[in-house]
């Protein structure tokens, strides 16, 4: 008797859960747009902010496999992030994160007032795009379970050196209200329960940890919860990445071929 495997699943371009509800509640027409895709953690960052602050705005889902017009004209690289505000537009969810401390609309990120704390969140907040977001998806992409196990340990360093320069008590990285490096390392968190516990077999939290307790603000925050979408729409569109699909992303293409991410 013949078996026929499963069919592949696809990545999502509708939100889903409470995310759909903030898509449906930024529908309209403003004059500060954030091209985004459900799917994307990059996009994920500057949508958090954006609730954060309580900025006005009109998301706008693109498929950028797809790169409309519209979102070209954005980013001529047809990547998401990106944002127009009136006749200007930039894109990268960091320079985003800093556009939007810039605008001062909206509670903080960064802490005002304190340069070398400021500077401190920086630091960090570049030690996730180095160390943290290449790492997780060398855990997904890789095939063998050596490098699995190898590439997890590393992930696991990565989570409990960023522990480590964070406030003792927090739960958040300077205590108890999200801040920027909160924002920049807070998709990659989600999807450790939602990606890679399924797809790797990546473990809870132990217990009282400071971590768990970090874990577990991320997923209460409110404005997390709501730029996030069903955990099956993660389950769905990272699907290529576990599986290591020829070109699934630029950042897979970028993390199999040992260069930085795009």
Known sequence: MSTQSQPQKSYHTKATGLAAKTVADHSGDHDLKLFGSCFCPF????????????????????DPYKKPQSLLE???RGLVPALRHGD???????????????????????????????????????????????TFYRVLQEQSQEKQI?????????????????????????????????????PWILRLRRVLKPYRGWPEPEAGSRWGAWVDAIENDPHVAAT???????????????????????????????????
Not at 105 to 122: I, N, S, T, V, Y
């Open 43 to 62: 996009v994920q960052r500057v949508w958090i902010a954006l609730q954060s602050k309580g900025i006005p705005y009109q998301y706008i889902e693109v």
């Open 228 to 262: 996030t979408s069903g955990d099956e729409l993660y389950l769905d569109s990272y699907e290529r990445y576990a599986e290591n699909r020829p070109n699934t992303s630029q950042v897979a293409n970028a993390i199999n071929s040992g260069r930085g991410l795009p």
């Open 88 to 134: 200007w537009s930039s894109h990268e969810s960091t320079v985003l994160l800093e556009y939007l401390e810039d605008l001062n609309a909206g509670p903080p990120l960064l802490p005002p007032g304190d340069p070398k704390l400021r500077a401190h969140c920086r630091l960090w907040a570049d030690y996730v795009n180095r160390h943290v977001v290449p």
């Open 150 to 186: 190898s590439y997890a340990q590393e992930l696991r360093d990565s989570f409990n050196t960023l522990v480590g320069a964070a406030h003792a008590d927090g739960p958040f990285f300077l205590g108890d209200k999200l801040s920027f490096v909160d924002v920049q390392v807070a």
């Open 74 to 76: 954005v980013n001529p």
